[in-house]
């Protein structure tokens, strides 16, 4: 099971971390990645990270103003967002594949607006 928490309201330049709490499996073993929704468009891929935190990657779009990282001990990871912008507008999943099967968590919306 995969929980997300942590969006919400933020004006541009603003910053927001987001959390993805994950159980039922042996979370240090796999990768990890963020995705986003924008309304009225696709899903898109933002960040991923290895089990072990050795390898991150980020989309251009967010690059230089997001940091994935994981918690190991916590079973959790999570997404700083800074710098956000007016574009950053989205409902925000947590993501794995175990076994070939990929795993969503429910969404967290974040919205950036003055």
């Known amino acids: 099971q995969l929980v997300e928490s942590g969006g919400g309201l933020a004006q541009p330049g603003g910053s927001l971390r987001l959390s993805c709490a994950a159980s039922?499996?042996?979370?240090?073993?796999?990768?990890m990645s963020w995705a986003r929704q924008a309304p009225g468009k696709g899903l898109e891929w933002v960040s991923g990270?290895?089990?072990?935190?050795?390898?991150?990657y980020y989309a251009d779009s967010v690059k230089g103003r997001f940091t994935i990282s994981r918690d190991n001990t916590k079973n959790t990871m999570y997404l700083q967002m800074n710098s956000l912008k007016p574009e950053d507008t989205a409902v925000y999943y947590c993501?794995?594949?175990?076994?070939?099967?990929?795993?969503w968590g429910q969404g967290t919306q974040v919205t950036v607006s003055s």
């Open positions: 993501n794995t594949v175990l076994l070939g099967a990929a795993y």
């Open positions: 039922g499996f042996t979370f240090s073993t796999y990768a």
């Open positions: 990270i290895y089990g072990d935190s050795s390898r991150t």
